[in-house]
């Protein structure tokens, strides 16, 4: 695993491409949940999610160690493809991408403006995944995987502008895909020598990761079910999970009407857009609003890239009120 100097070197190297998001502690926010809530908007990135800073440092230092590579194959449910599809373009390198058929038309397309060659393939994440690395190999290109020590490093500078721009948090939630993000988290709250509790957040569909921490051992699920599709996984990679073992505190389930109504409240506080991912982090966080009431907090807003017909629908929904003490004032007590 990286060190403090590897990590602010990524940041560095990251920075001209992406530059710091902001954190924000919104009023109307803390006012509903009745603590203080900050909101790590990684939705503000260039390609709109965490993910491009994995993507830009990997190609980095790809072509520092490989300078005659002739192109970049991966599989992806949209970010992961962004932020190579962004990165490739820098580098001029020629780039593929797998995605399940039925993957979300918006993600195809802002990958293919970045001149990715978008090719479907496989009923869900994990098929895509094994075509791809197959055709890495018959053709001769650099297949990119979903996790990989230099894409936790370029990831993990999100978590050291949080930790370093907030003031101490008691805990931070954040959505697991692969595991990228919270291993970076983990990782630099280690490295910072802080105590703030990391809580990973899954899709109640798509929950192989949470079955896995509370065995103790990786089990695989069946079937990923989710709107939420940057946590679409049933298959935990195994160094991932030794990490989120060793260093989370748990694994909360949401499910998709908690995730839903997330991506309400989210526009509603602080007209932010979420996706999925991007909202679960908060739906975490209002189930444990008795466990975090008077306390200091962060939610990771892992990205933005959600399909409008998708949104327009949940935005019809009513969004939860709050009453004068703050409280949420529905039946759902959500």
């Known amino acids: 695993m990286f060190d403090l100097d590897a990590l602010r070197d990524a940041a560095r190297i990251i920075r001209p491409q992406v530059p710091p998001t902001p954190q924000y502690a919104w009023p109307l926010l803390q006012r509903r949940l009745g603590c203080e809530l900050w909101v790590k908007h990684e939705n503000h990135t260039p390609a709109g999610a965490f993910k491009v800073r994995g993507g830009v440092l990997y190609v980095h230092e790809l072509m520092r160690r490989e300078p005659e590579v002739r192109g970049l194959i991966t599989a992806t449910r949209g970010n992961h493809g962004q932020s190579l599809a962004m990165a490739a373009r820098l580098a001029g390198l020629p780039i593929r991408i797998l995605v399940p058929h039925g993957n979300a038309l918006e993600k195809n397309a802002a990958m293919r403006a970045f001149g990715a060659e978008v090719i479907e393939h496989g009923q869900d994440f994990d098929e895509a995944r094994q075509a791809a690395g197959e055709l890495a190999a018959r053709d001769g290109w650099h297949f990119v995987p979903s996790l990989h020590p230099d894409l936790v490093r370029g990831v993990a500078t999100y978590a050291l502008e949080l930790f370093e721009a907030a003031p101490p948090l008691r805990r931070v939630y954040v959505p697991i895909g692969l ?153 759902a007590g959500a």
């Open 179 to 331: 595991g990228s993000g919270i291993c970076g988290l983990i990782r630099t709250r280690d490295l910072l020598g802080m105590d703030t509790e990391i809580v990973g957040v899954v899709a109640r569909g798509a929950d192989a990761y949470a079955q896995s921490f509370e065995q103790g051992r990786i089990l695989h699920t069946e079937r990923a079910d989710t709107l939420a599709d940057g946590m679409a996984c049933r298959m935990p990679a195994p160094e991932a999970f030794e990490l989120i073992r060793n260093g989370a505190a748990r694994i909360l389930r949401v499910d998709d009407e908690q995730i839903r109504q997330a991506i309400r409240i989210l526009h509603e506080d602080t007209h932010n857009l979420a996706e999925g991912a991007g909202a679960a982090a908060l739906a975490a966080a209002i189930i444990e609003r008795e466990l975090n009431r008077g306390e200091r907090i962060a939610v990771i807003q892992s990205g933005a890239n959600i399909d409008r017909a998708l949104l327009a629908n949940i935005l019809a929904e009513p969004a939860p009120r709050i009453d004068d003490s703050g409280r949420v004032a529905t039946a």
